[in-house]
């Protein structure tokens, strides 16, 4: 019961976030190329629940990454309040908030495919599992980087919003970069909770089914 009450918690907070950024967002196109990543992993998420639950600790990181991205998606990156605060606090030349979506980009997703690969016995916990887990993390943000190039292309000017550069020539590179930040630090920090989850989880589906 405390497991689904705090799922279902999560999932109304990012339900209730949704429908408000989308009401009146800067840009409707952005929103809906920002907000997409939600729009699908959410009924997968539905869809997978009693199947193979995941561990709290992923449920809480996803629904604080889908509200990054809802955020961003409502004001585009580029131009969420919060982001203005940090550049004029730490003098930077740009709104920084697209690189705090990067980093969760990758930190959420490693410790997503951590989860998978261990719990399916794909591979064994140790050096190769953090290995594949960030080479994971990196192929989402290198595809995520691909389509920001091929809505660039279908849309011609009328991406800039989406693609949030803000003038930057090496934005993209930058974004992989964070992503591979992220997913290195998630990794580091969170392995041995995410470890301790796992095995809670399984005692306690072993006693369900016994």
């Not at 550069?165 to 580091?188: H, I, K, Y």
Request: hydrophobic letters at 55%.
């Amino acid at each position: 019961m405390r497991h689904t009450t705090l799922h279902a918690a999560l999932g109304l907070t990012v339900l209730v976030a949704l429908v408000v950024s989308g009401i009146a967002p800067y840009d409707r196109a952005t929103w809906w190329l920002e907000v997409s990543p939600v729009l699908i992993a959410a009924p997968l998420l539905l869809a997978t629940y009693r199947r193979f639950p995941l561990t709290d600790l992923l449920y809480l990181l996803i629904a604080m990454h889908a509200l990054v991205l809802i955020l961003g998606g409502a004001h585009t990156y580029a131009r969420v309040p919060a982001g203005f605060w940090v550049q004029e606090l730490l003098d930077l030349s740009r709104n920084p908030y697209d690189k705090l979506g990067h980093f969760l980009q990758g930190f959420v997703p490693a410790l997503i495919a951590r989860e998978i690969l261990l719990r399916g016995r794909f591979v064994a916990s140790g050096k190769m599992l953090a290995f594949l887990a960030l080479c994971v993390a990196m192929t989402i943000s290198a595809v995520y980087e691909l389509i920001e190039w091929w809505v660039a292309l279908l849309a011609s000017g009328g991406a800039v919003d989406f693609l949030g550069t803000q003038g930057d020539p090496w934005d993209t590179q930058a974004d992989m970069a964070w992503a591979l930040l992220g997913a290195s630090a998630g990794l580091l920090a969170l392995s041995r909770l995410q470890d301790r989850q796992i095995a809670a989880l399984q005692r306690e589906q072993m006693q369900g089914g016994s």
